[in-house]
Nanobody
């Protein structure tokens, strides 16, 4: 199994927006729920959003109303639109199958300045 490739991170001021992208080179992508995870220094990796094969989305309480997950099954891609960013959103962001059954990619760094 090939690890996902994440992109789109960067440095943004509080209140700003970013859109993350992930390409997962896997068979039957459309059959799997996908998730975006994040890990801040010294903290455990956490699931922030997931999307089912039928586009049902769920969010962690900390990001609900600010983040939007979506997917394009034709491209094997999953996206995370992040609005109203806060300094506490600063983390490395990763995508994976929901349940984290793929090898982890390198992630993409998101830094939110106050």
């Amino acid at each position: 199994q090939v690890q996902p490739v994440e992109s789109g991170g960067g440095l943004v001021q509080a209140g700003g927006s970013l859109r993350l992208s992930c390409t997962a080179s896997m068979n039957s992508f459309s059959n799997y729920a996908m998730g975006w995870y994040r890990q801040a220094p010294g903290k455990q990796r956490e699931l922030v959003a997931r999307i089912s094969p039928t586009d049902v989305a769920r969010y962690a309480d900390s990001v609900r109303g600010r983040f939007t997950i979506s997917r394009d099954n034709d491209k094997n891609q999953v996206y995370l639109r992040m609005d109203s960013l806060k300094p506490e959103d600063t983390s490395v962001y990763y995508c994976n199958r929901f349940g984290a059954t793929l090898p982890w990619g390198q992630g993409t760094q998101v830094t939110v300045s106050s």
